[in-house]
């Protein structure tokens, strides 16, 4: 039987987890069951549905989130209803808890997975590696296994199903005490984007950024940065995409006056389509890119913006 961790963001369930149950009907025999901590808002179990998932199994009890007791909880009723196999999206929390599923489940396990599996001749896998620069094959030899799916890498496909939900309470408690969080409110999640756009030195300050912000509210995208932006205090770190920042996959990406090092292409070539813009037309960004536009991100911007603003209209 599969199963697949669906992560509770505020009582939400987000694409990445749809697609980790995509993933899992695909490759079970019909039966997926979903993990979750927490209650889901209402209406969210029938999405899962929507993605063949049959059951929905709810911990409740846990409050602040803790890798070791969301690990050893989850791998707990996994193993209770007889999972074999474990599916979770390659998120932050999701990739906390996945190596203690694992050994708890004394599973095989595989992360950054991009692809259906191959199962002509075992259970092989392929999962990005070296910064997305290089493919890897992995056999997956155990009887139980543990696939960490890399978010926009594989297909959303609909499976309708009915859904039955089901509360249990749980029973960890942890070593960890929370006493603040702060979260960016109103802003799309990198790592959940589709559409990226992204500037560099090129703004020449961060008074510049207005621009920048305007046409990814246009497009509905997250805005990220390159390093020397985010050390120089321009944009907050957590914009920072890159070999040292974070890794992302969205289907589109606009990169405004960066250069296109090596350390930067590491955390974002994995993009389905690179749209490079830079005054130099000797930049490396244009190398990588599937389209580039040559001319001053001060003239190019807004004509963007009014571009995407005649779209809307």
Not at 269 to 277: E, G, L, M, P, Q
Request: aromatic share 6%; charged share 15%; proline share 4%.
């Amino acid at each position: 039987m599969t199963g697949i961790y669906a992560e509770n963001s505020e009582g939400i369930f987000k694409k990445a987890v749809l697609e980790a149950a995509s993933y899992a009907s695909q490759i079970s025999n019909g039966q997926v069951t979903a993990v979750c901590v927490g209650t889901p808002n209402a209406g969210e179990a029938e999405k899962l549905a929507q993605y063949g998932v049959t059951k929905l199994i709810c911990i409740d009890g846990i409050s602040a989130f803790d890798a070791q007791v969301y690990g050893n909880e989850v791998a707990k009723v996994m193993s209770s209803n007889g999972i074999s196999q474990v599916v979770v999206a390659n998120t932050y929390e999701a990739k906390s808890i996945a190596p203690r599923i694992a050994v708890l489940m004394n599973a095989s396990m595989a992360t950054n997975v991009i692809a259906l599996p191959d199962t002509s001749t075992g259970f092989k896998v392929k999962r990005a590696a070296f910064s997305g620069k290089g493919f890897a094959y992995v056999t997956l030899d155990r009887a139980n296994k543990l696939i960490a799916i890399t978010p926009n890498s594989t297909e959303l496909k609909e499976q309708p199903v009915s859904i039955a939900t089901e509360t249990i309470s749980g029973s960890g408690s942890g070593k960890t005490t929370i006493t603040s969080t702060s979260k960016a409110a109103g802003k799309i999640p990198l790592t959940e984007a589709e559409v990226v756009v992204s500037a560099g030195r090129g703004m020449k300050g961060p008074e510049n950024w207005g621009m920048v912000e305007e046409l990814a509210d246009l497009l509905g995208a997250a805005t990220a940065c390159s390093k020397p932006v985010s050390d120089m205090g321009w944009r907050p770190h957590g914009e920072h995409v890159g070999q040292t920042g974070i890794t992302i996959k969205p289907n589109l990406y606009i990169a405004i006056g960066i250069s296109g090092a090596i350390q930067h292409l590491a955390g974002v070539s994995s993009s389905k389509v690179i749209v490079a813009i830079n005054k130099d037309p000797e930049a490396p960004f244009f190398k990588a890119a599937d389209y580039g536009i040559v001319g001053d991100a001060f003239e190019v911007i807004p004509q963007l913006i009014q571009a995407a603003k005649a779209a809307k209209n």
